[in-house]
């Protein structure tokens, strides 16, 4: 069946002059999944009951169910635990800032790139999210938390970019004037860097931010974190980079997590500062949040203020993340992971 809440609001109504009915019920139905965030066909009430029932014997109709939440004691992010229509289990954060309320998306079930210190990709990749599973994360957390959310983060568990289509079509459903309308503006996807979804994802000339999970100044660095690495070189994807400021004009985030005693040292600030210098960029510092399963530890407070001040003299626009959530699993897949051990 087909998944209606991942349909355009043209593609809906199309399926509604096939099934007899008049064009103008689409939007309705559009802001009823989209704006009203409906749980189901029933609490549409003011569409007519036939339609409904056809509907619900025609359609998918996709909805979250909350299997955990843990809330932090130290800043009041709150991440949950959801299961999908399969019962497959994602991870979605809230978390509260100054300029509004962020949340942060999962855009698969597992993750296939295999990066040495997260806990998303331990058991590889599931299966890929649907554009309304991804929108779901955010709509179910609007219900749950009773708060508007401003922006969205694709930094969850996953690669969105391998999942590049449902991407799309969910950035589209996001922006859309009949839905919740976040600007792309207010959007970042973040990836562990293909190269050629990078530069599909220029030509498209989107406004969201892009993030690149680089870890490491060289390519023998980043290869010791990333297995991407060994498929894509340094140089290539600063070309890339290059590419989605020339065609969208946005600058670019690069993240860096500083692994004690694999990434953190003089030289690897150096080799960034290096890296990075004639970039308009800006990078983000994650002290690594060290995963049970990985034998990874946090740099000493010291070394990552000196790694910062080293970028800084060397002109480069940095900052250190705010580890929000640190006493919930705050990274990407511990969650999902200890419920997956218990079951
Ligand atoms: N696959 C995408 C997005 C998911 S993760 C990507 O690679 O960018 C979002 C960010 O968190 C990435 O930079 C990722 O490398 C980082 N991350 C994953 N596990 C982490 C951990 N244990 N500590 C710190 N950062 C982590």
Not at 277 to 306: G, M, S, W
């Amino acid at each position: 069946m087909r998944d209606i809440k991942s349909l355009t609001l043209e593609e809906l109504k199309n399926e509604m002059v096939k099934m007899g009915e008049k064009p103008f019920r689409a939007k309705q139905m559009y802001q009823w999944m989209h704006q009203k965030l409906a749980r189901s066909f029933a609490e549409m009430s003011n569409l007519p009951l036939s339609l409904r029932e056809k509907c619900a014997e025609n359609y998918d109709y996709t909805a979250l169910k909350q299997v955990r939440m843990q809330e932090s004691a130290i800043d009041g992010t709150k991440k949950y635990l959801f299961a999908l229509g399969d019962g497959k289990l994602v991870e979605s954060v809230f978390m509260r800032y100054k300029h509004g309320n962020s949340v942060c998306i999962s855009s698969q079930v597992g993750c296939r790139m295999g990066c040495a210190f997260c806990a998303s990709t331990i058991g590889g990749l599931e299966r890929c999210l649907t554009p309304s599973e991804m929108l779901d994360q955010i709509y179910a957390i609007t219900l749950l938390t009773k708060e508007r959310v401003s922006n969205v983060v694709v930094m969850g568990c996953g690669e969105p970019l391998d999942n590049y289509d449902n991407l799309l079509r969910f950035l589209e459903l996001l922006n859309d004037e009949n839905g919740l309308h976040i600007s792309q503006r207010s959007v970042t996807v973040s990836t562990c860097g293909l190269v050629p979804q990078m530069r599909q994802l220029a030509d498209k000339g989107l406004q969201i931010t892009l993030a690149l999970s680089l870890h490491g100044a060289t390519d023998e660095k980043r290869r010791r974190l990333m297995p991407i690495a060994n498929k894509y070189r340094i140089a290539e994807l600063m070309e890339a980079c290059a590419y989605y400021f020339e065609k969208t004009g946005r600058r670019i985030t690069f993240e860096y997590a500083l692994v004690g005693g694999v990434n953190d040292g003089d030289e690897d600030a150096m080799a960034l500062s290096t890296l990075l210098k004639d970039l308009n960029c800006h990078v983000n510092l994650i002290p690594v949040n060290p995963v049970k399963e990985r034998n990874f530890t946090q740099p000493q407070p010291l070394y990552i203020a000196a790694f910062k001040n080293k970028l800084e003299k060397n002109g480069i626009n940095v900052t250190i993340r705010r580890e929000m959530g640190r006493d919930i699993d705050g990274a990407c897949g511990q969650l999902r992971k200890r419920q997956l051990a218990l079951q």
